[in-house]
């Protein structure tokens, strides 16, 4: 899918690289990049690193990482703010010139005596409008040497109000909302005031964001409508919490979203699981991509904070791993098994994944399990042989290694075989199964026995059968 010009939807994703991408980041970007998709429309990457002190190159990569990882690649961007200053200062000439701005000479002190002298008047704490130009009104001389910042001259009546996408209708009074500061004194630009150009530049339609940004909405809105822009449509998701109830921690998936990554997730089951965070489509847990593409269209979005839940992502997980071709598999968690120290091509991978899969939650599991077929072999402890390596055990091992020598080496062939030994020795499937597994790989249990030995090879099995006659 690519976007489409003719496709009137636009949206962005606007992460601060002061971290990496955590769950909430990476869901409001899902919900961005489906909506645009399901519209054949626009979705735009924007890096908004103004805060020059907490903003790293190491953030910016790790969130390309993620958004590549999970398969959100922007049609547009990434763009980078601090290389658009140039556009800002300019925005802010114009809206000086055009009288929607204006110099405020006001110090910081001077400022907070105004909020203290408010509050002490039990009114709401602002700014005072010293420096704000009315019709007929005189401005107190410009202080000598002192650098103003640039404030927006912000409605003082009436209302602003939009429909939100998630929430409903919202509105703020506009008396309640102070004059901005969009330019501090040495000229750079704050924060709401970049987002304003930046959407009205990138011909933003639809804004989706977390609902800590609620509060900057109005003077958005306000800036952009003196800029005679047109608006985007807002939408605003409650957040995630916790299992507990409680805002997510790093006990809980306030991690960067890679790290699910090397737990072993797949970027499949993470994005159907971070989609039903907040969203939904009838009673459908499990659907695919082109499916959440297929039915975003933010209609379904909750009011309600959602909340993570592990368990549920672990079930998600399992579905798609139990899915997902074995082949596939095998390509995914052959490195997860060199980092390991074990031998991928040692063994039939997809073979052993096939095995394995029904019964792993994540790849790590899998991967665990492939080190029986792909790691170095040891051998059974002395105290498991004793346990499980009797007289009698050896006698019936030593009857299955010398029918194995010719037999055929299917996992249904050695099932048969393993069958003829018991009926023949009058055992019960224990009395063979388990010193067969003790001998050959090492362990009491592991997935089926026969499957295990049909993936080992013949030669393996045999020798390893040979050596434990030998250790007694
Ligand atoms: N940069 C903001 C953040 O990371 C998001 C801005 C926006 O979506 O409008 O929270």
């Known amino acids: 899918m690519t976007a489409n010009a003719s496709s009137p939807v636009r949206t962005r994703f606007a992460p601060s690289p002061t971290g990496f991408l955590h769950l909430g980041g990476a869901r409001t970007a899902l919900f961005s990049w489906a909506f645009a998709r399901h519209h054949q429309g626009t979705f735009v990457l924007r ?5 020059v002190e907490r903003s790293t190159p190491e953030a910016v990569q790790a969130i390309l990482d993620s958004m590549d990882w999970l398969g959100m690649q922007p049609d547009e961007g990434p763009f980078y703010q601090m290389q658009r200053m140039d556009r800002y200062r300019e925005v802010i000439a114009q809206m000086l010139a055009a009288g929607t701005a204006y110099h405020c000479y006001s110090t910081p002190e001077e400022v907070e005596a105004m909020r203290e002298a408010a509050r002490a008047r039990g009114d709401k704490p602002r700014y005072d409008g010293t420096w704000r130009p009315e019709p007929g009104k005189t401005l107190p001389p410009v202080p000598e040497g002192r650098k103003p910042v640039v404030r927006f001259k912000n409605p003082q009546t009436g209302a602003t109000a939009w429909n939100d996408l998630v929430k409903g209708p919202i509105s ?5 909302l102070d004059d901005l500061i969009i330019a501090r004194p040495d000229g750079t630009p704050t924060y709401n005031f970049c987002v304003v150009v930046d959407d009205w530049d990138m011909g933003i339609t639809h804004v989706l964001r977390g609902d800590d940004h609620v509060n900057n909405t ?4 306000n800036i952009l409508r003196a800029l005679g822009a047109t608006l ?15 805002k997510l921690s790093k006990r809980h998936g306030a991690v960067n979203v890679m790290e699910y990554d090397r737990e072993g997730y797949l970027p499949e089951a993470m994005i159907n699981y971070l989609a039903r965070l907040g969203w939904s489509h009838g009673d459908d847990e499990i659907f ?12 379904h979005l909750s009011k309600s904070a959602s909340q993570w839940d592990p368990k549920k992502l672990n079930w998600v997980n399992a579905h798609y791993i139990k899915q997902m071709d074995p082949a596939e598999l095998a390509r995914r968690v052959a490195r997860r098994i060199a980092a390991r120290g074990g031998r991928p091509e040692k063994t039939d991978l997809p073979g052993v994944m096939a095995l394995l899969k029904d019964r792993a939650e994540t790849l790590e599991q899998l991967a665990d399990g492939a080190m029986l077929f792909c790691g170095e072999f040891k051998p059974a402890s002395p105290e498991l042989a004793a346990q499980h390596l009797t007289e009698r055990a050896r006698e019936a091992l030593a009857d299955f290694a010398a029918r194995a020598r010719d037999a055929d080496w299917t996992r249904e062939s050695i099932s048969a075989l393993i069958k003829a030994v018991l009926a023949d020795r009058g055992l019960k499937m224990p009395q063979l199964g388990i010193p067969l597994r003790v001998a050959v790989t090492g362990q009491a249990q592991t997935p089926a026995v026969d499957a295990v030995l049909a993936l080992l090879g013949k030669e393996t099995v045999l020798a390893r059968l040979e050596a434990a006659q030998g250790s007694r």
């Not at 890096?47 to 805060?51: A, G, L």
């Not at 985007?232 to 409680?246: Q, R, S």
């Not at 695919?288 to 209609?299: A, G, P, Y």
């Open 47 to 51: 890096i908004e690193d103004t805060d």
């Open 172 to 176: 703020f009074d506009n008396g309640e």
């Open 218 to 221: 109005p003077r958005q809105i």
């Open 232 to 246: 985007p449509e807002y939408g605003h998701v409650p957040m995630i919490l916790g299992p507990d109830g409680e």
């Open 288 to 299: 695919s991509r082109e499916q959440l593409v297929e039915w975003f269209d933010t209609l």
